[in-house]
Structures are given as structure tokens and as C-alpha cells.
Nanobody, 124 residues
């Protein structure tokens, strides 16, 4: 009964920051499995934003967010975070948390569990 619940979304002006949280229940992490964040715009494919193994030895960041977004994980709390700084209007999307990823952890086809999503809106 794995459940992922996102929080922290909202509306901000360009240049602002948000911190997304994803709390996982009934999920025991594995050292070689990723948790990650994806985003999806209307009519477009879900794309990987950031992902990481619990120890941080394997990470992925989409080119468009490198240097602005940071993924982190509190393994004791089964919670993953996405710190988003210098937000741009093009970051506006629904953001989804994902768990139990494999491979590069950059594709929506590489995860077993998904949250319901949280809206991020960035205005200019």
C-alpha cells in the first residue's frame, strides 16, 4: 500500500523559490533505487526533473534546472524534497513525486510508484 503525498506547491513570482516535499508511506527504500521528481504540462509527456538514490551517489537533473533545483532525501522520514530556486515561468507545471526507480532514473517508465501531483505556478 505504497502512497506518495506531495506538498509545497503554490504560486510564486519569477525569481522566487519553492520547496516541494514528498512523504512516502509503506515504502522501504533501497540503496540502488531512486526517488525523483517529474513534471508534466498539458498535452506533453511527463519529464524527469531530478532524481537521486538514497545515498546521493547517483543523481539526475534535467538540463533546464541544473544549478537552480536541488533534490535531497531524509531517509529516516521516507521523505524526498525538491528545492526550487530562481523559478521561471516555464517551470509552471504539475510536479509529481516518484519512487522505486531504476536505470538512469530519468524516465517515467523507470518508476513503480507515483504521487498525485502538486501544482507549481510561476508568474512573470
Amino acid at each position: 500500500q505504497v502512497q506518495l503525498v506531495e506538498s509545497g506547491g503554490g504560486a510564486v513570482q519569477a525569481g522566487g523559490s519553492l520547496r516541494l516535499s514528498c512523504a512516502a508511506s509503506a515504502y522501504r527504500y533501497s540503496w540502488n533505487r531512486c526517488m525523483g521528481w517529474f513534471r508534466q504540462a498539458p498535452g506533453k509527456e511527463r519529464e524527469g526533473v531530478a532524481a537521486s538514490t538514497p545515498d546521493g551517489t547517483h543523481t539526475y537533473y534535467h538540463d533546464s534546472v541544473k544549478g537552480r533545483f536541488t533534490i535531497s532525501q531524509d531517509n529516516a522520514k521516507n521523505t524526498v524534497y525538491l528545492q526550487m530556486n530562481s523559478l521561471k515561468p516555464e517551470d509552471t507545471d504539475i510536479y509529481y513525486c516518484a519512487a522505486d526507480g531504476w536505470g538512469t532514473c530519468s524516465s517515467r517508465y523507470q518508476y513503480n510508484y507515483w504521487g498525485q501531483g502538486t501544482q507549481v505556478t510561476v508568474s512573470s
